[in-house]
């Protein structure tokens, strides 16, 4: 447009610096805010929101907060409620609550009215932090200024008080939601409910909720049913779980990896793996791609079987179709394979994970040293320690406890006693 002498303006920049923002380039965005001065155009406040906004979404809080102060310091802008509101939701989103809190008391000062976005913001990150009481406290305020909360408001308030368990409350809360502020629970609200009612093994009010739903109108989704599956498998019930399953598809909802992955979960555990893995099996039939948590699920359902071999082959196998593998994956087997003295196996397998680009932890080294230990490696057991300890990792009380045994029963190894003092050190 430029180079063909079409007219641009400040809006012209601003849409530039919105989709540079958008796509993650921040940089340009800046270097655009440059070019805006040098066409003598002056930026207005919707110029700068939008470049605090992108700063916050690349998790560069400190670069915000100084471009803000800076803003400020030198009357750049006049900072409106949509400036405040984004750095306000940024400093929560980071932790900075009490930095955030300060913000907004001192946008009071520059007579910048807060909204309910505001509110909500702090009073989700007071949630966060479990100071429900001071939650309530800028709920209070809020009406008390007319700034009517939204279903967003409560979802928080209620999520925390349920956590805590203060059912009176969360009641009331609700009540004073619908019948005095006439603001319907959405979908969310009640999964909410769903969830904490399962959680506290309080399954008939659990499936009581799922039928206020779909009597006020507000239709379960797939998360609300994945939490009432849960809440069935965790009680053992699993005709019941598999009852809500059937509901879903008879209502066209999709079970999603997570519905799935909650069932694979519960029939692992009561070893009821050719269930299980049927499940899988129809996972990928309904076009759904497992991911690693499922994965790791039925290896560590295997392992915990007793078939550490049949887990490794299941591991190469999903390997072969292009799953990838992350830690949990290697210690699970780890574990299994030596638990059920299949030591050297484990560490064939050890010394593939930096080949899947990952990065042995702490655990996995004493799991396999462990192994070594149990099955009287003690070589394989020393270089090990050596390269943990080399990795700045120690040993934990687990390995520590199965060197100490050992060394009741054979006190004059050296080799031991040498990897008891490198563990101690």
Same mark, same amino acid.
């Given at each position: 447009?430029?180079?063909?002498?079409?007219?641009?303006?400040?809006?012209?920049?601003?849409?530039?610096?919105?989709?540079?923002?958008?796509?993650?380039?921040?940089? &340009?965005?800046? !270097?655009?805010?440059?070019?805006?001065?040098?066409? *003598?155009?002056?930026?207005?406040?919707?110029?700068?929101?939008?470049?605090?906004?992108?700063?916050?979404?690349?998790?560069? !809080?400190?670069?915000?907060?100084?471009?803000?102060?800076?803003? +400020?310091?030198?009357?750049?802008? %006049?900072?409106?409620?949509?400036?405040?509101?984004?750095? +306000?939701?940024?400093?929560?989103?980071? *932790?900075?609550?009490?930095?955030?809190?300060?913000?907004?008391?001192?946008?009071?000062?520059?007579?910048?009215?807060?909204?309910? +976005?505001?509110?909500? !913001?702090?009073?989700?990150?007071?949630?966060?932090?479990?100071?429900?009481?001071?939650?309530?406290?800028?709920?209070?305020?809020?009406?008390?200024? =007319?700034?009517?909360?939204?279903?967003?408001?409560?979802?928080?308030?209620?999520?925390? /008080?349920?956590?805590?368990?203060?059912?009176?409350?969360?009641? $009331?809360?609700?009540?004073?939601? $619908?019948?005095?502020?006439?603001?319907?629970?959405?979908?969310?609200?009640?999964?909410?409910?769903?969830?904490?009612?399962?959680?506290?093994?309080?399954?008939?009010?659990?499936?009581? +909720?799922?039928?206020?739903?779909?009597?006020?109108?507000?239709?379960?989704?797939?998360?609300?049913?994945?939490?009432?599956?849960?809440?069935?498998?965790?009680? *053992?019930?699993?005709?019941?779980?598999?009852?809500? /399953?059937?509901?879903?598809?008879?209502?066209?909802?999709?079970?999603?990896?997570?519905? &799935?992955?909650?069932?694979?979960?519960?029939?692992?555990?009561? %070893?009821?793996?050719?269930?299980?893995?049927?499940?899988?099996?129809?996972?990928?039939?309904?076009?759904?791609?497992?991911?690693?948590?499922?994965?790791?699920?039925?290896?560590?359902?295997?392992?915990?079987?007793?078939?550490?071999?049949?887990?490794?082959?299941?591991?190469?196998?999903?390997?072969?179709?292009?799953?990838?593998?992350?830690?949990?994956?290697?210690?699970?087997?780890?574990?299994?394979?030596?638990?059920?003295?299949?030591?050297?196996?484990?560490?064939?397998?050890?010394?593939?994970?930096?080949?899947?680009?990952?990065?042995?932890?702490?655990?996995?080294?004493?799991?396999?040293?462990?192994?070594?230990?149990?099955?009287?490696?003690?070589?394989?057991?020393?270089?090990?320690?050596?390269?943990?300890?080399? =990795?700045?990792?120690?040993?934990?009380?687990?390995?520590?406890?199965?060197?100490?045994?050992?060394?009741?029963?054979?006190?004059?190894?050296?080799? /031991?006693?040498?990897?008891? %003092?490198?563990?101690?050190?």
């Amino acid at each position: 447009m430029c180079t063909l002498s079409i007219p641009v303006d400040i809006f012209t920049f601003n849409i530039a610096i919105n989709c540079c923002c958008h796509s993650n380039r921040v940089n &340009y965005a800046f !270097s655009l805010l440059a070019t805006t001065f040098k066409h *003598g155009f002056v930026p207005d406040v919707v110029t700068y929101n939008t470049l605090i906004r992108g700063l916050l979404s690349q998790h560069k !809080s400190a670069e915000a907060r100084l471009f803000f102060a800076n803003l +400020i310091k030198f009357k750049e802008i %006049q900072p409106n409620v949509v400036t405040f509101n984004t750095m +306000i939701d940024g400093l929560c989103k980071t *932790g900075h609550t009490d930095m955030a809190f300060w913000l907004f008391r001192y946008m009071e000062k520059c007579n910048c009215e807060p909204n309910t +976005i505001t509110y909500t !913001s702090i009073i989700d990150s007071l949630c966060k932090r479990g100071l429900v009481d001071d939650a309530f406290n800028l709920h209070s305020e809020m009406m008390e200024k =007319c700034i009517l909360p939204d279903v967003w408001t409560y979802n928080r308030i209620i999520q925390v /008080l349920c956590n805590l368990n203060r059912w009176e409350e969360v009641s $009331m809360l609700l009540n004073w939601m $619908m019948e005095d502020l006439k603001i319907s629970p959405d979908v969310h609200t009640f999964t909410i409910l769903v969830d904490a009612y399962s959680k506290s093994g309080k399954l008939d009010d659990a499936k009581h +909720i799922i039928q206020i739903m779909n009597e006020r109108g507000v239709y379960p989704n797939i998360v609300t049913y994945s939490t009432l599956i849960h809440a069935y498998c965790s009680q *053992g019930q699993m005709d019941g779980a598999l009852a809500v /399953l059937n509901t879903i598809k008879s209502k066209k909802i999709m079970p999603n990896c997570y519905t &799935y992955s909650i069932l694979i979960d519960a029939y692992c555990k009561e %070893q009821k793996l050719d269930i299980a893995m049927d499940l899988y099996r129809k996972m990928a039939s309904e076009g759904l791609s497992p991911t690693v948590v499922t994965h790791n699920i039925l290896l560590h359902g295997l392992c915990r079987l007793g078939k550490p071999m049949e887990a490794l082959t299941f591991f190469y196998k999903i390997q072969g179709l292009g799953h990838k593998p992350n830690m949990v994956t290697y210690e699970t087997l780890l574990g299994g394979l030596c638990k059920n003295h299949y030591v050297d196996k484990a560490l064939s397998l050890f010394r593939t994970i930096e080949c899947n680009g990952l990065i042995p932890e702490s655990n996995t080294y004493n799991i396999i040293i462990r192994g070594c230990l149990r099955s009287k490696k003690y070589d394989g057991a020393c270089k090990l320690v050596d390269k943990m300890v080399d =990795c700045g990792f120690s040993s934990d009380a687990a390995t520590t406890s199965v060197l100490r045994h050992l060394l009741l029963s054979k006190a004059q190894d050296p080799t /031991l006693v040498a990897l008891y %003092q490198k563990c101690l050190h």
